[in-house]
């Protein structure tokens, strides 16, 4: 089959690959769209410990089930489904909690194995979720990061109230969509702050209450103007960069939240003596389990996500130079999704 290889830092080639080998209780999957998710592109600009070449990335997908090897499920060959890429041990605690992100040897599709770069794909029976036929497979594969949007607004439901959102990319976008439709701000007020102004606009269209360079020179000073008194209860930090979480402690009220889930830098040099005086929460978050799963894949066919703005579609083979521009600080692409 032709898979798109990570070959070495900021090179991806367009390969012949070995087929994959089912096992038992595996299923084949014909890829019919595959997002690009930021951690990919970090990981081809050479800054992931996980991701090592030569590796085919990918873990945002969603097809058509070509063959299940015993695989103990209701999925059968013609299903579109969605993949939920974590593969955990099958025995611990998180685990039995459908839980595999928190897995301590979970593997990630993508990462530890071969992703959905690439014709096909195979992946645990148990790990495919049918998608309704309303959806294009490009839209399927949204299913994965809308997961991810819940699990993160989640987080933070406990202290609802204003809010921001730092990083307009995907996953930023799509917290808006969720926290809007949870009523994590009950009066609205939900702040985007982005340095790309077409993501900016993106947000606006989406519903964000205001939007913010962070390097134009008034910018604290119309935060602080809109979330006013009463300040800011939860910060969302979908970027993960030092300047992006010291902003998030700036922002945040006392007994607020910060929402961890950016993770573009490894190490960020915090107050901790305000985190304690202040009674900050700093909540990490990390993917989905697969409640969550289903339920983006059941957000995705009732049509309560509106991806105005944020799909577009290319061809495996454009991967080099779609993960040229998506590297690029002024991007207009949101959320690419490749298609064999």
Known sequence: ??????????????QDWPDPQLERGEALVRVGGVGVCGSDVHGWLGHSRGRVPPLVLGH????VVERVEDGGTTVKAGDHVAVYPLVGCGHCSYCAAGRECLCRRKKLLGMHVPGGFAEYLKAPAKNLYPIHARLSLAEGALVEPLANALHFVRAAQADRGASAILGAGAIGLLILEVARQMGLAPDGRIAVVEVNPNRSAIARKHGAALTVNPKEPDAAARLDQFFGE????????AAGLSATRQMAMRLVRSEGVIVLAGLSEAETTLDFIEVIRREVRLAGVYAYGREEFQLAAKWMAEGRVNLDGLISEARLSDGQSIFEDLARPDSERVKVVLKP
Do not use: I, N, P, S
């Open 60 to 63: 945002e997908m969603a097809g």
């Open 230 to 237: 009463d300040g800011c209860a939860v910060v969302f930090d």
């Open 1 to 14: 089959m032709k898979a798109l290889v990570y070959t070495e830092v900021r090179k991806l080639e367009l």
